[in-house]
């Protein structure tokens, strides 16, 4: 039996807004998740078509959000530990899909579609309580980072702070168009880059994936951003040596400013925090939302398909 929910906080509560387009059918999990991190009556979803808002108790945010940076602090392996750990724990449930998934959907029994979206749930709130960590500093984490540069007494102005808490690494659409510019390289010296585009498109068919709906790119798709990028190649080169060159020097700027600064050990921790959170979002992206909505995009065509229900359905408020 489900516990009540007490309502009477509402109106004395601090609400934190979030929104986007999101299809409940992909959100069940990790909002499963949040609400057992932080309470169900410190959170309120509403959706009104594609558009979901959600308000999260932000006391609650920032204790966890507390309690994450005093770890850092005190450890600055604490980030890498615990990213390491939810990626475990998401790999475990993309192996899961992938392994089910040998088996056409179209054969599957109704009974075998309920085992496997039981497990698929169980599975996503395991990792999102990993995961749900981006959230717990999204609304007071920058906030927090100040009130800690102030504790230690250093002086930075913003544009280095800025440049502190810098990603490091591409994000996974900067790492497809580079590749992508790669192949239209060697189409443009003559080679066939047929395997090639095979071995792209399996890599990044998810890439365009979001909350709301999975885009699954195919071969032809990736050829025609390929005949269309030879046309920019000037302008694309030059964009992927101002991509790499960036983040060269963003290092050598960090460690410019750490060094003139003189940033305590344990100040650095919770730069160094900061700058694998950015990094994680992205990777996050992809493995939490990207690779298992394409699998749950799966169900849902079988349910369309059999049951006559529109996408729109899938959200609740679409016609």
């Not at 990790?30 to 808002?53: A, K, R």
């Not at 724990?89 to 599957?108: A, D, E, G, H």
């Not at 990777?283 to 398909?305: G, H, T």
Request: charge should be positive; glycine fraction near 4%; hydrophobic fraction near 35%.
């Amino acid at each position: 039996m489900s516990q009540p929910v007490n309502t009477k906080h509402i109106k004395n509560t601090t609400w934190y807004r979030q929104g986007g387009a999101i299809s409940l059918f992909y959100v069940l999990g990790p909002y499963s998740c949040i609400n057992e991190t932080i309470g169900f009556d410190g959170c309120i979803l509403c959706q009104e078509g594609e558009v979901n808002t959600a308000f999260f108790d932000r006391k609650r945010e920032e204790k966890k959000a507390r309690w994450v940076l005093e770890q850092q602090i005190k450890n600055r392996k604490f980030i890498d530990s615990w990213i390491q750990d939810w990626e475990k724990k998401v790999r475990t449930l993309l192996n899961y899909c992938n392994s089910i998934f040998q088996t056409p959907i179209n054969k599957w029994s109704d009974k075998k579609l309920v085992v496997f979206l039981n497990k698929f749930q169980k599975l996503t709130v395991i990792h999102w309580k990993k995961g749900v960590l981006l959230e717990w500093t999204d609304p007071d984490g920058l906030f927090l980072l100040h009130e800690l540069i102030k504790r230690y007494n250093v002086d930075l102005s913003e544009e280095e702070i800025n440049i502190l808490i810098s990603p490091e690494k591409l994000t996974f659409n900067q790492s497809e168009f580079i590749d992508r510019i790669k192949l239209v390289e060697q189409k443009l010296r003559g080679q066939d880059i047929g395997s090639l585009l095979v071995k792209h498109t399996k890599k990044y068919f998810w890439h365009q994936n979001t909350w709301a709906y999975v885009y699954n790119c195919d071969e032809q798709y990736f050829a025609k951003k390929i005949t269309a990028d030879v046309e920019n190649i000037d302008k694309y080169r030059q964009e992927v040596k101002n991509t790499k060159k960036y983040l060269a020097d963003i290092k050598l700027k960090k460690a410019k400013i750490l060094k003139n600064k003189k940033v305590p050990t344990e100040l650095k921790n919770v730069f160094y925090m900061f700058t694998k959170m950015v990094d994680w979002r992205d990777y996050r992206k992809k493995m939490s939302v990207c690779l298992p909505n394409y699998f749950l995009y799966k169900i849902i065509e079988r349910l369309m398909k059999e049951n006559g229900i529109k996408y729109s359905e899938f959200v609740i408020g679409g016609g």
